[in-house]
């Protein structure tokens, strides 16, 4: 990707969003705080224990507490552009783990995290107690390379001077988010955003500064921001999964000016933490196009970028441009070649924290500009032309895919007008060529339009070319000096 391009960033619709109160300002692992932040690599934690599978002491936990199997599943959110929706939006855990007094702790320790199990969505949640100096430990497992939302809410006493802070590591024992910001009222939670790894075990530490057991709610979301098409976060296929394929629906040419299609359309999330990568084929070497459309609360300043890139990971083009309004559309145009594999890469950044999860819709269009004579963007690869005597033939071209054509049966004193309509607005001008067979030299040629007509919003352009006898012309060139597809006509004529 560029360096001057903003790189800090995902398809099922209705993917759950974060269900925990509204995103703070709080550190996480794309915060550049203090706290180093470790690979997320497979490792063993410093006991020398499996730290996978952490089990707690044996002990017997108070009556109230219930043995934690499946996490209760929180309520539905909107996936765009939303952080969370507060405490209301979540039911209280009703499982529970060493509540207070909490006079036998048991998962006091990184190696001795007490496991939760996530939900089918990704979700889990548990209460439980605390006091200074003995620290709960909590351990889940990832089920996607997806950014999790870890969160804790409590409040305390009028009076009471009790703080708790949360933090959480990977199994390398490694900061990857945490909150300590002070409480200012009754009831506070924090809350921690990162990315995890499929599969990865992650670990959260909740300690208290208060000689008194301190209740809380600790909750997990895992899957905050995720949809059908993850993983798909890397751009080649490595240790984890790369880009996700996406295969190009096509329908066939149907004369005289249905051209065939090539084109996928669908919707996806993203978040800050998280990119998302798409491959696809291209059907010719023809002109495409990559659009992503998205729309961002007001107020909220998340911009998407959008760059494609060949499989050799060179980039074809790219949109970064800044967002102006709530709702935004970035479109790439390239060259394809044809059965070439390319890759979409969208991206979120400048997001107000990385709670926020974006969704967006993509549109490629494998075919943007083509006609019924492509692929015939060489003389090498040139096409005969029907007999255009009396009714004209109809095609496409943009600067990206010039054409070329056969002259059937020229005879002496011929010629070939092109004739195009573009908007009052374009700069778009078409240019002719006519070249002998051979040496493929130029005979004749016309590079200057000449307005034929005009309406309030377009105008109509002709180009000619002709040759006489001492001529022996073979093929004729059109090309365009604008990237916009351009319809156009051709019509020849000879012997006359």
């Known amino acids: 990707m560029r360096s001057t391009r903003l790189l800090i960033s995902i398809v099922a619709v209705g993917a759950a969003a974060s269900l925990g109160p509204s995103a703070c300002n709080c550190n996480s692992s794309s915060s550049g705080s203090p706290h180093e932040q470790g690979d997320d690599a497979a490792a063993t934690d410093d006991s020398g224990e ?67 199990t996530l939900n089918s969505s990704g979700f889990a949640d548990l209460g439980a107690g605390v006091l200074q100096g003995s620290d709960d430990w909590f351990s889940w497992t990832a089920p996607k390379h997806d950014p999790a ?16 802070q949360l933090e959480n590591e990977n199994i390398s024992s490694s900061d990857v988010g945490y909150d300590d910001s002070a409480r200012t009222t009754n009831s506070q939670t924090l809350e921690t955003y990162f990315e995890t790894t499929n599969q990865g075990t992650f670990y959260s530490d909740i300690s208290s500064n208060g000689s008194s057991c301190q209740s809380f709610d600790y909750y997990v979301d895992a899957l905050f921001c995720t949809d059908q098409y993850e993983d798909n976060d890397y751009e080649t296929t490595g240790n ?31 978040n800050d933490l998280d990119p998302d990568f798409y491959s696809f084929v291209a059907p010719l ?58 890759i979409l890469d969208v991206q979120s950044g400048n997001s107000s924290s990385n709670g926020v999860c974006s969704s967006y819709t993509v549109a490629l269009n494998g075919l943007w500009c083509t006609d019924n004579y492509e692929d015939n ?23 990206l895919d010039p054409d070329y054509y056969i002259i059937p049966t020229p005879a002496a004193n011929g010629s070939c007008v092109v ?30 339009p000449t307005m034929t007509s005009t309406t309030s919003t377009t105008a109509t352009w002709t180009l000619t070319v002709t040759w006489t006898s001492s001529d022996t012309p073979e093929y004729l060139d059109v090309s365009a000096s604008a990237q916009e597809c351009t319809t156009y006509t051709i019509q020849c004529t000879s012997g006359g």
């Not at 629906?249 to 999330?269: G, K, L, R």
């Not at 102006?324 to 479109?331: A, G, H, I, K, V």
């Not at 195009?420 to 590079?447: A, F, K, M």
Request: aromatic content about 6%; charged content about 15%; glycine content about 4%.
């Open 377 to 399: 963007d060489t003389e090498d690869t040139a096409v005969t032309l029907p007999d255009t005597t009396t009714t004209p033939t109809t095609a496409t071209i943009s600067s």
């Open 285 to 342: 070497h023809d002109p495409m196009s990559a659009t992503v459309t998205y729309t961002e609360p007001t107020n909220e300043t998340a911009t998407l970028n959008i760059e494609v890139d060949n499989s050799a990971t060179n980039d074809q083009g790219y949109d970064d441009s800044s967002r102006s309004t709530n709702s935004q559309t970035l479109n790439v145009v390239w060259e394809g070649n044809a059965a070439a594999t390319y």
């Open 240 to 270: 984890e999964s790369g880009p996700a394929p996406i295969t190009l629906q096509t329908t066939a040419y149907s004369a005289p000016t249905t051209w065939a299609t090539a084109t996928a359309n669908f919707s996806a999330t993203i």
């Open 419 to 448: 004739t195009y309509t573009v908007p009052t607005t374009s700069t778009q001008q078409l240019n002719l060529e006519v070249d002998s067979s051979g040496d493929q030299s130029d005979i004749n040629y016309d590079d200057s």
């Open 50 to 116: 499996d730290a996978a599978t952490p089990t707690p002491d044996s002990g017997t936990p108070p009556a109230e507490a219930g043995t934690p199997t499946e996490a209760s599943t929180p309520t539905e959110a909107s996936t765009t552009s939303e952080a969370g929706t507060g405490d209301a939006g979540v039911t209280p855990p009703a499982i529970t783990y060493n509540v207070c007094p909490d006079n036998s702790p048991t998962n006091t320790s990184f190696a001795n995290a007490y496991s939760l």
């Open 149 to 164: 939302h870890v969160w804790v809410s409590y409040t305390v006493p009028t009076g009471n001077t009790t703080t708790l």
